[in-house]
């Protein structure tokens, strides 16, 4: 991992090398395509007001039933919630008229103690046409019969956050009961034997945080194991989380998101403000991957139109210091600057 220092706020280039990327099997999609589509900041966005994003992350529930180290959710820093339906329905509607093209139907939480999942699904694909919904989950909920309902409902991406390389890890990582490592490994297994059996169109693929020395030895055959199951597999930075977990357990993370290892971007301009949309559980659009606390909430959707939040003058405050490389005083300064 790297550390990027920044004492004047200002971000300078940093040389970044990279492992080679996995990918097995039978690819019905390179997700790796789609995520360096996203993180690669066009031309035409790098302004102030930029289009419409094609991909956007909703948040169907803020809850997670895991307690990981390095991720901010563990902190509870803000309440935790399931997103109203009534305003799930008229806010991707809405986003898809606009021309948003991807819905990631998970942001900080793990959408699969969502009960009414498989209906957004089915709702966004069959009701509003959006192209491609994807999803992300721990794996803990992922079961056979769960899979099937969502791959049925016409889900297009089903990633599983792999991060741990054996159950006793798994337990001191997540505070879960050890045994469930197993369970997950044995559902990213069962969702190739649905998704195949079906006939479902929906890829699946999996990433796994890049630690060095021993523990890279040991996720590196955790990951084998699944290998055969997924689509593509791909390593992931240890985020700093807005820098609510920089330096998390003795860990040193990168600044910033610059993507997946593989096509790492430069930390500032952040692509995530301009290419991608968040939106809370609690309906506040986000400008932040990582906004556990709440301080990047660009607009209330209930009160506003989602392009109206897009190019909301605090959101444009934030790009145009973005655009300068300087972020003293905003948001994001924490998560660059680290001390």
Known sequence: MQQIAATDCRVDEVPITSPPLAT?????????????????????????????????????????????????????????????WSFFRR???????????????????????????????????????????????????????????????????LKFSFNNADAKQFHEVTGVKASDFYRVVENIKSARTVRDGGGYHCGLYSSSIRYDGEQLTRMKRAVDEILPFVDEHYWLPLYGQAGLTSGAA???????????LGALRRPVPCWSIFTEGHITYDARLSACCF?????????????QPFLEAWHSEPFQTLRRAHLEENLCGTACQRCIAYE
């Not at 395509?33 to 102030?48: F, M, V």
């Not at 003795?250 to 997946?260: D, I, K, L, M």
């Not at 906004?291 to 009160?303: A, K, N, Q, V």
Request: hydrophobic letters at 35%; charged letters at 30%; glycine letters at 10%.
């Open 250 to 260: 003795g860990t040193v993370p990168t600044a910033g998101n610059p993507g997946r």
């Open 291 to 303: 906004d556990h606390d709440g301080r990047f909430s660009m607009g209330d959707l209930t009160e």
């Open 24 to 84: 097995v099997g039978k690819i019905v999609g390179k997700i790796t395509e789609r995520i360096d589509a996203i993180t690669r900041i066009p031309p035409e966005y790098r302004r102030t007001d930029p289009p419409v994003p094609r991909s956007v992350k909703i948040e169907l529930t803020a809850r997670c039933d895991f307690n990981c180290f390095f991720c901010a959710t563990a902190k509870r820093l803000r309440t935790k919630a399931d997103m109203d």
């Open 91 to 157: 806010v991707v509607r809405e986003m898809r008229d606009e021309g948003v093209e991807e819905l990631g139907l998970f942001y900080l939480g793990e959408s699969l103690l969502c009960d009414w999942l498989a209906d957004a699904i089915r709702y966004a694909k069959a009701e509003c046409g959006y192209p491609y919904v994807f999803l992300t989950t721990n794996g803990r909920l992922a079961t056979p019969q769960r899979v099937g309902e969502l791959m049925a409902a016409g889900l297009d991406s």
